[in-house]
Antibody, heavy 121, light 106 residues
Framework: QVQLVQSEAEVKKPGASVTVSCEAS????????ITWVRQAPGQGLEWVAWVSPYHGETKYAQRFQGRVTVTTDTSTNTAYMELRSLRSDDTAVYYCARAGHSNFLWHFDLWGRGTLVTVSS | DIQLTQSPSALSASVGDRVTITCRAS??????LAWYQQKPGKAPKLLIY???RLESGVTSRFNGSGSGTEFTLTINSLQPDDSATYYC????????FGGGTKVEIK
């Protein structure tokens, strides 16, 4: 079954870091990129970052530069997103999605179910 | 930065109606536009990519058109299951999403 399975919800304090994982199955992991999109409660979609498991190349939205890192582990077909220096406005559902493998400019045809990250003191 | 503006932000229509959602870009994005459907508590689902290409497995009642700066998503013969929020996404030089259009069934 072609799917992306994300890690469970997290609750973090301001200033902490969070890592969300996204395990791919049912397709060749190296043939596609993984992109990360977030959605704050009641709000729209916001692109965060992209990584190519094949090239190791990454791309970050400007507003997250320096605060987010995306990586992959090709031995386990898993992508990771680490967000640091968390603030209350980082509270959101974080989605991973399948994307282009050599170019971050792509549409997203397969999505994980999302991971809720709550930042609260 | 190129802005994507969706209109309307919400609409209510009856089963069987034809519904049109517009996505306008502040500068040309060629045909690098996708449309997604999102139901409450669920991940978005790709409907259309490259402005007019129907994603595999998506009903042909959904139709995408346009290029340059103006794009439309048309839902033909609206069904109860179409109740959702619809987003456009540009991917020409950056990735951004429109603000969304909530479609409600009367």
């Amino acid at each position: 079954q072609v799917q992306l399975v994300q890690s469970e919800a997290e609750v973090k304090k301001p200033g902490a870091s969070v890592t969300v994982s996204c395990e791919a199955s049912g397709y060749t992991f190296l043939n596609y990129g993984i992109t990360w999109v977030r959605q704050a409660p009641g709000q729209g979609l916001e692109w965060v970052a992209w990584v190519s498991p094949y090239h190791g190349e990454t791309k970050y939205a400007q507003r997250f530069q320096g605060r987010v890192t995306v990586t992959t582990d090709t031995s386990t077909n898993t992508a990771y997103m680490e967000l640091r220096s968390l603030r209350s406005d980082d509270t959101a559902v974080y989605y991973c999605a399948r994307a282009g493998h050599s170019n971050f400019l792509w549409h997203f045809d397969l999505w994980g179910r999302g991971t809720l990250v709550t930042v609260s003191s | 930065d190129i802005q994507l503006t969706q209109s309307p932000s919400a609409l209510s229509a009856s089963v069987g109606d034809r519904v049109t959602i517009t996505c306008r870009a502040s500068q040309t994005i060629s045909n690098w536009l996708a449309w997604y459907q999102q139901k409450p508590g669920k991940a978005p689902k790709l409907l259309i990519y490259k402005a007019s290409r129907l994603e595999s497995g998506v009903t042909s009642r959904f139709n995408g058109s346009g290029s340059g700066t103006e794009f439309t998503l048309t839902i033909n013969s609206l069904q109860p299951d179409d109740s959702a929020t619809y987003y456009c996404q540009r991917y020409d030089s950056l990735i951004t999403f429109g603000g969304g259009t909530k479609v409600e069934i009367k």
